[in-house]
């Protein structure tokens, strides 16, 4: 079972404009972890958030924040005022505690494009 | 500065012929895995090491292999590379567990021939 469904493929939207990532995620675990990642056009995976299972705080750094609800499984990222460099792929992706894979769940990413 | 660094880079190869794809971390890691990216898959983890001499597999782990022989290198191998093999590879890095963020190589992109 996928653990972590990225349903928007692609966005577009014209600079300024405000646009939410959505992520929902699955896990039995009680105690998990939730990333988002960036992946530019240049290829690199950035990391941008980390959040644990038991803070629920929503979290702004800059033009991003992020929204996390326990009761519906989600994990949504809000770019505010968007500018062209945030144009890129990005992913949201679980990590559980009880796995000593230490795997990361990705989900299959929405591109993002940013029209000047 | 901290990094991954993964080579090559890029790579054309054929069918059965044997390669290595390298990767090495300046952090002092305990935890590196191989990730492969494939469209409308996402990454898909390969194959993980928690320490030296400590390996196992992840999600997708047939045909590769992996070693763990230093800390900071965690090469990945391709003893007989097919098609379905072509990628886009990444190496990871992190502290610890499932708790800390990984740190990502830039990639390698594979084309199998």
């Known amino acids: 079972a996928q653990k972590v469904t990225q349903a928007q493929t692609e966005i577009s939207v014209v600079e300024k404009e405000d646009v939410t990532l959505d992520c929902v995620y699955e896990?039995?675990?009680?105690?998990?972890?939730l990333f988002w990642y960036k992946q530019p056009p240049s290829g690199e995976l950035v990391f941008l958030i980390r959040?644990?299972?038991?803070?629920?705080q929503n979290e702004i750094s800059g033009r991003y924040s992020w929204n996390f609800q326990k009761s519906t499984s989600s994990f949504n990222f809000t770019i505010t005022a968007s500018q062209v460099v945030d144009s890129a792929v990005y992913f949201c992706?679980?990590?559980?505690?009880?796995?000593?894979?230490?795997?990361?769940?990705f989900g299959t990413g929405t591109r993002l494009t940013v029209i000047p | 500065e901290a990094q991954v660094t993964q080579n090559p880079r890029y790579l054309i190869t054929v069918t059965g012929k044997k390669l290595t794809v390298t990767c090495s971390q300046n952090?002092?890691?305990?935890?590196m895995s191989w990730y492969r990216q494939d469209p409308g898959l996402g990454l898909r983890q390969i194959y993980y090491?928690?320490?030296?001499?400590?390996?196992d597999k992840g999600d997708v782990p047939e045909g590769y292999k992996v070693s763990r022989k230093e800390k900071r290198n965690f090469p990945l191998i391709l003893e007989s590379p097919s098609p379905n093999q072509t990628s886009l590879y990444f190496c990871?890095?992190?502290?610890?567990?499932?708790?800390?963020?990984?740190?990502f190589g830039d990639g390698t992109r594979l084309s199998i021939l």
């Open positions: 992706a679980l990590s559980e505690e009880l796995t000593v894979a230490n795997n990361l769940f």
């Open positions: 090491s928690m320490n030296v001499e400590v390996t």
């Open positions: 952090m002092n890691h305990e935890y």
């Open positions: 896990t039995r675990d009680t105690t998990y972890y």
């Open positions: 990871a890095s992190s502290w610890g567990g499932s708790n800390q963020p990984q740190h």
């Open positions: 959040r644990n299972s038991f803070d629920e």
